[in-house]
């Protein structure tokens, strides 16, 4: 399988001028716009890695007049804080992303829904924000951008239940289909897409989409942000090319007693430490939004395990079965497995339970609990029992 | 068309078709419980997953439109698991007392648990982990969140049929519920007791509250004369709880049922519908008159009926400004207490403290209707007792009835004769047709010009009805109402009743009557009925009602002999001193929240 080097890469966060790229995106057509985007391989940022331009494409192909662009800011995956980095010091080319996604799907309005936590950059962001309208209505564009505030719900990144919330609605996933490009934020046809992914769309048309994906690999182009923390000497934001190992991860950002690593948050995979030389960071092998929690040997992984469940079992909207009662039932089975209430062999019913939840689950955030469980639990089972 | 295939069998169906859809279509059984035909899609109880082939999840075949080359199974390992870790998941946070349940035997989860979930329990108990209470506030329903599933049926019945939201969810995660507004009692919040949700919950979470032990202690107390009256919707739903099919009228067997029973009379509440009709429809008149003919500017028009408890409620809540335009006119079900304590006391020579007055109904509504402080005419509470229709075929049980093998039997008199204008105050549009029936009769001498007295436009299951009368003819008395042009309008469901009150509150409506009844299909398809309801199952109570009408010798109210006996005997006239004080009521208002 194809791999790259650690290499770090200053393209989300480098000096441009974003009149100059948004002047020569106001040039382009949509389908060129959509081509570039398409070229350059751009895979959501998120984490669910959704190739940006075919949303695009898809999005600009309703007929429906009113369409929406929503910048996903609801930055909400425990261990990320890359888009509030990239929203404080770069807020202009996420604004410019969202008006080059606008004029490709043909949407005349962008929501960015922000994190509740967040809203202290509300005040700054919203000076740089009319700065930024003035500059593209003299360059000619048909664009506005609104802010709506999340109220800490972590469900609320889901798009559709952030489409929800959005419309003043409890924050539940929909049913899909239809699809957000068909039936999106009030019923529009929406492209949403995470705040790194239209900084990182900015920048294709900034460069080009070679100069974007000759980063990377086949599966996984270009570079992105990663937010490290744990138990690492160097936490912080850092901009790699995608397709490097968790072993060359480690060699960077580890303390020289990394015995895991979680990949993509809670709802991510733990690589424990025999498997970081095979293990690739990217959709071939683990994705991520951004979230690299290292761990080293004075952690229990039965506590990381505890706290993630934990954390789902309060974060699960609640609607469907699999998730909000399943999220109960794994918490509550490696409690009673670690104090010898039930046999460890119970261990093997909540791992069939996982998969079913994996499946069954209305949405993402149902459906990706067992990554984290099935990972810890199949690479720490005896520190989940002892 | 769209071609796919479920289970290896070649279907089309029209696009927006359900996956669902498509496989009952196949005769194909796909286990569902959130999913009621009634409601919209809500996707979320994920018993009805179903494999898709490519797919990289299950999907659930509620929610799941048809797509061109669709393949399904329904019944592979892969769904078997994990349709069945669903339904022990469900049976882990529900509080599983199947065999003192009101639900046993009546409960989809129950069924579902059969299928699917014998043998030993998988997971852990969560009900333990909750501090759940029943709330047990409302004088019609309980709410009992440790049996819940949140299916969320209720909260799209309260919200989609009824417009109220007096229940939505609250809180996230392990702390999801189905909250009141602040989680008040629900005798404390907007509710109307409808008891549309009670019909719809899957498990024993909303259920009525039952006085079927109170019937029984008054039934064998010696001291006590139990009557009994009987709802119009009762005698078409009943057979639905004994075996029989929707829409089969069972009314001389239920009677012979409550004598055996041991109710000291059965009687009906058919003759005060009729008793209604004579009392609404003069108020009726006399509104026109001053309206119209005297100018009076208090007068308030239109007129709304005021049978149906819920939509009192419903009123009292979001339109108190339009309370004036109710009838004043109790419900049959009030008038018939009223009366019992009084009028059919002194005729049978009974001691009113000594009788006991237990109404049968289709309606949940009703044992809060007859909790009200104004419903105390008699000197007594009027009616002691409101048994749903469920529970009558409870009792009916306990007591070891051979129901289909029994006699059919007569109402008692007094009290017990009715005519088709009564019964049909069952469904939706009834009290406006037996109402057309009767006035048109009184100011022009003639029947109302409709084929068999069947008004048919005031007739089906539209949420929203018209109809305008042409008034010609006119005896002496009512002259001024030659020529006029009687525009009524009739609604049904709450979310209806909402659009008519806005459309008239905009001053966008020219009625001069509307009948509205709280619930689907009128009380027909009222929350005291036999589980389940679907717009099938109402279709066919309609249509046994409307049977019960033509059956009638006598379809006008003011042909019911005990009617025009007792305005000779007791009550004078329609709208008399004696009817005011007895049959008529006035109305509060209440919170928005």
Not at chain 1, 2 to 21: R, Y
Not at chain 1, 57 to 71: F, G, H, L, N
Not at chain 2, 138 to 148: A, I, N, Q, T
Request: aromatic share 8%.
């Amino acid at each position: 399988m194809e791999q790259k080097a650690l290499t770090k890469v200053g393209l989300i966060f480098e000096k441009i001028d974003p009149q100059e790229v948004l002047q020569k995106a106001y040039k382009m057509t949509s389908n060129e716009i959509i081509q570039a985007m398409l070229d350059s391989g751009l895979k959501g940022r998120g984490g669910a890695g959704f190739p940006t331009g075919l949303k695009w494409k898809y999005t600009a192909a309703e007929k429906e007049p009113d369409k929406y662009i929503v910048c996903n800011a609801d930055e909400g995956e425990p261990g990320t804080f890359k888009d509030r980095e990239i929203l404080e010091k770069v807020s202009v080319k996420v604004h410019g992303g969202m008006a080059i996604a606008g004029k490709a799907i043909g949407a005349k309005k962008g929501i960015v829904y922000l994190r509740g936590e967040y809203r202290y950059m509300l005040p700054q962001i919203m000076i740089e924000l009319s700065a930024f309208h003035k500059m593209i209505h003299d360059i000619g564009f048909d664009f506005n951008i609104e802010y709506r505030m999340g109220s800490g719900a972590y469900i609320c990144g889901e798009e559709s239940a952030l489409f929800e919330s959005i419309e003043g609605k409890r924050g539940e996933p929909r049913n899909k289909p239809p699809y957000p490009t068909v039936s999106g934020v009030f019923g529009k046809p929406t492209s949403i897409n995470n705040v790194e992914t239209l900084v990182s769309a900015m920048m294709i048309i900034n460069h080009d989409a070679q100069k974007f994906s000759q980063y990377g690999t086949k599966d996984s182009r270009g570079s992105k942000v990663f937010s490290v923390s744990g138990d690492t000497p160097t936490p912080g934001i850092f901009e790699l090319e995608l397709g490097m190992t968790v072993q060359q991860f480690v060699n960077e950002f580890g303390d020289g007693d990394t015995k895991a690593v979680q990949v993509g948050g809670a709802s991510g995979f733990c690589v424990p430490r025999k498997k970081f030389a095979e293990t690739i960071i990217g959709f071939e092998g683990v994705p991520t939004g951004g979230s690299m929690k290292l761990f080293n040997s004075s952690r229990s992984m039965y506590n990381v395990l505890h706290n993630y469940l934990d954390f789902f079992t309060e974060e699960s909207c609640g609607q469907c079965t699999p998730c909000r009662v399943g999220c109960q039932q794994l918490l509550k089975g490696i409690e009673k497995v670690k104090k010898h209430e039930v046999k460890s062999t119970y261990l093997t019913e909540l791992t069939k339970l996982a998969d079913s939840m994996k499946i069954a689950a209305k949405c993402g955030l149902g459906q990706s609990v067992g990554n984290a469980f099935k990972s810890i639990v199949g690479n720490f089972r005896e520190e989940i029992i002892y | 068309m769209i071609n796919l295939t479920i289970n290896n069998q070649r279907i089309s169906v029209e696009p927006g078709t359900t996956v669902l859809a498509a496989a009952r279509k196949l005769n194909i059984n796909i286990p569902t419980l959130c999913n009621h035909d009634d409601l919209c899609v809500a996707g979320n109880c994920r018993v009805c997953v179903v494999e898709q082939t490519g797919a990289r999840t299950l999907v659930a075949a509620c929610a799941m439109p048809c797509s061109e080359g669709m393949d399904i199974h329904t019944n592979t390992l892969k769904v078997r698991n994990a349709r069945k870790h669903v339904i022990e998941l469900l049976l882990s946070e529900h509080r599983s007392d199947c065999t003192k349940c009101y639900k046993n035997q009546n409960c989809e989860l129950q069924s579902l648990a059969n299928e699917f979930a014998f043998g030993d329990t998988i997971f852990l108990d969560l009900v333990e982990d909750h501090n759940y209470a029943i709330d047990r506030s409302s004088p019609s329903f309980l709410k009992d969140d440790s049996k819940c599933i949140r299916c969320q049926r209720c909260v799209r019945t309260c919200d989609e049929l009824q417009y109220i939201s007096a229940i939505a969810v609250a809180n996230k995660g392990a702390h999801q519920k189905i909250s009141s507004f602040h989680n008040k009692p629900m005798s404390h919040v907007v509710c109307t007791n409808c008891g549309q949700c009670v019909n719809r919950c899957p498990t024993g979470a909303l259920v009525e509250k039952t006085y079927i032990d109170q019937v029984w202690d008054a039934i064998y107390d010696p001291d006590k004369h139990v009557v009994v009256q009987t709802a119009p919707a009762v005698r078409i739903a009943l057979g639905e709880d004994l075996g029989y099919d929707p829409g089969e009228r069972v009314t001389g067997k239920m009677v012979n049922a409550l004598k055996q029973l041991g109710f000291n009379s059965v009687l009906d509440t058919d003759f005060t519908a009729d008793l209604t009709i004579m009392e609404e429809g003069t108020e009726l008149l006399v509104r026109l008159k001053k309206a119209l003919v005297d100018g009076d500017k208090k007068i308030s028009l239109p007129m709304f009926t005021s049978c149906s408890p819920g939509w009192i409620k419903f009123i009292e809540h979001k339109y108190p400004e339009y309370l004036p335009n109710l009838s004043t006119c109790k419900s049959p079900q009030q008038m018939f207490g009223a009366l019992a304590k009084t009028f059919y006391a002194q005729k049978r020579n009974l001691d009113p403290s000594k009788v006991v007055s237990v109404s049968i109904m289709p309606c949940t509504a009703k044992k809060f209707e007859a909790d009200r402080p104004e419903m105390r005419a008699s000197g007594y509470k009027d009616v002691d007792y409101v048994l749903t229709t469920r529970e009558l075929a409870v009792m009916i049980k306990q007591a070891g009835i051979d129901f289909r093998n029994l006699s059919e039997v007569k109402y008692d008199s007094i009290m017990g004769d009715s005519t088709g204008a009564g019964v049909i105050f069952g469904a939706t549009g009834g009290v406006m047709e037996a109402a057309l029936r009767t006035a048109y009769e009184i100011v022009t001498g003639r029947e109302v010009p409709f084929k068999n007295l069947n008004i048919t436009p005031v007739r089906g299951m539209d949420g929203v009805k018209e109809a305008t009368v042409k008034i010609e003819g006119c005896t002496e008395d009512w002259k001024f109402l030659e020529g006029a042009e009687l525009k009524v309008a009739i609604a049904h469901g709450l979310v209806n009743a909402n659009k008519i009150m806005s459309r008239v509150k905009k001053g966008k409506a020219n009625y001069h009557f509307i009948e509205i009844m709280a619930c689907p299909g009128g009380c027909l398809g009222g929350g005291g009925q036999p589980i389940p309801t679907n717009a099938e199952i109402r279709k066919n109570r309609m249509k046994a009602i409307y049977s019960e009408d033509e059956h009638m010798v006598l379809r006008k109210s003011h042909q019911n002999p005990e009617v025009i006996a007792i305005y000779k005997d007791f009550l004078g006239k329609p709208n008399s001193k004696v009817s005011h004080e007895l049959l008529h009521t006035h109305y509060v208002e209440r919170d928005h929240f």
